[in-house]
T-cell receptor, first 115, second 114 residues
Framework: DTAVSQTPKYLVTQMGNDKSIKCEQNLGHDTMYWYKQDSKKFLKIMFSYNNKELIINETVPNRFSPKSPDKAHLNLHINSLELGDSAVYFC??????????????FGPGTRLTVT | GESVGLHLPTLSVQEGDNSIINCAYSNSASDYFIWYKQESGKGPQFIIDIRSNMDKRQGQRVTVLLNKTVKHLSLQIAATQPGDSAVYFCAENFPSGSARQLTFGSGTQLTVLP
């Protein structure tokens, strides 16, 4: 069974379009995250939600809007896509604040290409 | 073979040799550290973690060393195998308001030569 899943795996779209990436975790975790990985493999946190509430919001353009319909899902909507948005986006989840581990479990990633 | 993380982002080792991947972290408030392995086309996978009240932790073929004085972490992989080829990230975890935040290092590409 897939623990953290993302759809789609690949997304190719034109500048100016609006797109969404979906994430689901079946681990019963309370906290979910979105990360962006650039072409140099640098991973940077974008957002974190705990039990549907936004708790971390890094300096990210407001064209990016996360939405958590329930604690098992965290979707990422991007408006007016730009060339610089091309990257791999990873969803992750963590049992925090419950349990002793702060480990985060990552999904397989969504490769977004903006042309 | 040994890397210095940010200065040598690639490390090549012969199969069967030991590998050492180094990482410097920056936040004095970090109290939990994780090493992740990322294979091509996949998400980061947990390898081993260590809390700040420890200076060494061993897993299966892997050992993490923590030196809080100089804010340095290392990952040692014994008897490196072809399946170990991947990008390795260290990550520091620290409290951030009501949450905990994970900040990743820049990664080191490990290539295992036959």
């Amino acid at each position: 069974d897939t623990a953290v899943s993302q759809t789609p795996k690949y997304l190719v779209t034109q500048m100016g379009n609006d797109k969404s990436i979906k994430c689901e975790q079946n681990l019963g975790h309370d906290t979910m995250y979105w990360y962006k990985q650039d072409s140099k493999k640098f991973l940077k946190i974008m957002f974190s939600y705990n039990n549907k509430e936004l708790i971390i919001n890094e300096t990210v353009p407001n064209r990016f809007s996360p939405k958590s319909p329930d604690k098992a899902h965290l979707n990422l909507h991007i408006n007016s896509l730009e060339l610089g948005d091309s990257a791999v986006y990873f969803c992750a989840s963590s049992p925090y604040p419950r349990g002793q581990s702060h480990e985060q479990y990552f999904g397989p990633g969504t490769r977004l290409t903006v042309t | 073979g040994e890397s210095v993380g940010l200065h040598l982002p690639t490390l090549s080792v012969q199969e069967g040799d030991n590998s050492i991947i180094n990482c410097a972290y920056s936040n004095s408030a970090s109290d939990y550290f994780i090493w992740y392995k990322q294979e091509s086309g996949k998400g980061p996978q947990f390898i081993i973690d260590i809390r700040s009240n420890m200076d060494k932790r061993q897993g299966q073929r892997v050992t993490v060393l923590l030196n809080k004085t100089v804010k340095h972490l290392s990952l040692q992989i014994a008897a490196t195998q072809p399946g170990d080829s991947a990008v390795y990230f260290c990550a520091e975890n620290f409290p951030s308001g009501s949450a905990r935040q994970l900040t990743f290092g820049s990664g080191t590409q490990l290539t295992v030569l036959p």
